[in-house]
């Protein structure tokens, strides 16, 4: 029986059967559909992903005409992380003219709303001439990251502390307040960057600090909506699954706490967002076509009820994409192709 060479959640190159690809393929389907509760994929679809992964291809791509969007989120900022002497110009710059990106990016190396907030007029300025230098639609992005309101390092009791000493209510308390920080800080740098000329923006890892944090991003995007009503606005997810961390925080009468990708992206249209990045999170101790698989099918879900445009956030560590520094081009081709093709993407 002959065997094919694919990998694991974590990178590492492992050999598989036909019927181990087949056997992952279809739990990996099973698992998204059971956890979602939405519909599975078709036996069609999964031939399609079974001979995805036995290719011999290195790597792959989507058929002409199933060409999307590229975007990149927090761009300047790679470059920097990765000890890159180049400006912040320069870098947009190089993903106009050497990566091929549709969109890009500008942000502030920490890159979260709160931080940017005391040095918006810096960022202002940098954004000014790179529009006159680039092509693409330039957004500018920032975390929402609710967790830099918490003390040591913002004015709110830390959850963190509380939660284990048995004080939940005070917990959640410090998660409302933070809220209301939160949407002020997003609010006031969205305005003045987008005033300044940026296309759009883009709030970038959203909820990785649980439903308030959700709560947050959604309330200051309904804000800006309703100011400038022609914004656009991009909304990326931090995972899969909106965590509990309050678990009774709701928005327009939702619990956000379990929400699944294609129950986010329907408050985020309520909301007011333009463009929805729905994220799935690699298990490393699962092959990649288990990954995959189930990325596509949490995918397929929200582009089949999507009434704005969806672009499957992939990268390290989501979206069916390895959890490693570097991902390897085969894992990373395989998971844009299928994202796009059975995940009906709008772009990546």
């Known amino acids: 029986m002959g065997k094919y060479l694919t990998r694991m959640g974590d990178g590492f190159r492992v050999e598989m059967t036909d019927s181990e690809i087949r056997k992952d393929v279809e739990e990996g ?6 956890r979602a509760q939405i519909s599975s994929l078709s036996e069609d679809e999964i031939n399609y992903l079974v001979d995805l992964f036995e290719r011999p291809d290195n790597a792959v791509g989507v058929e002409k005409g199933n060409e999307v969007v590229l975007s990149y989120d927090s761009g300047t900022t790679k470059f ?24 890009l990016e ?30 693409p639609p330039l957004f500018y992005g920032a975390m929402p990251n ?23 209510t005070e917990a959640r308390a410090s998660y409302e307040e933070s809220v209301e920080y939160a949407i002020k800080d997003m609010v006031y740098v969205a305005s003045e960057m987008y005033e300044s000329g940026a296309d759009g923006i883009n709030f970038d890892t959203t909820a990785a600090a649980g439903d308030a944090e959700f709560l947050a991003t959604l309330r200051a995007i309904e804000f800006l909506r309703k100011k400038y009503p022609e914004m656009c606005i991009m909304m990326g997810m931090a995972g899969e699954f909106i965590l509990g961390m309050h678990g009774e925080v ?22 007011g967002v333009t463009i929805f990045g729905p994220t799935t999170n690699i298990t490393t101790n699962k092959s990649l076509p288990w990954n995959i698989s189930r990325a596509v099918t949490f995918a397929r879900a929200c582009a089949d009820q999507a009434r704005i445009p969806c672009h499957g956030c992939m990268g390290m560590g989501v979206g069916g994409v390895p959890l490693t520094p570097s991902p390897p081009v085969d894992a990373l081709t395989r998971a844009s192709k299928a994202m796009v093709e059975l995940g009906r993407m709008d772009g990546l």
């Open 250 to 271: 709701q928005y327009k009468g939702v619990r956000l706490a379990g929400l699944y990708p294609h129950k986010q992206l329907e408050l985020a249209e309520q909301a």
């Open 80 to 103: 920097k992380r990765a000890n890159v002497s180049v400006s912040k110009i320069q870098s947009l710059q190089i993903y106009q003219g050497m990566l091929g990106s549709d969109t």
């Open 29 to 34: 389907v099973q698992d998204a559909a059971r």
């Open 146 to 168: 609710l967790g830099l309101y918490s003390q040591p390092d913002g004015p709110c009791p830390n959850p963190a502390d509380l939660l284990p000493q048995g004080k939940i």
């Open 106 to 135: 500008l942000g502030h190396i920490d890159y979260s709303f709160k931080s940017v907030k005391p040095i918006v007029v810096f960022e202002q300025p940098i954004l000014e001439q790179a529009l006159l230098i680039t092509i």
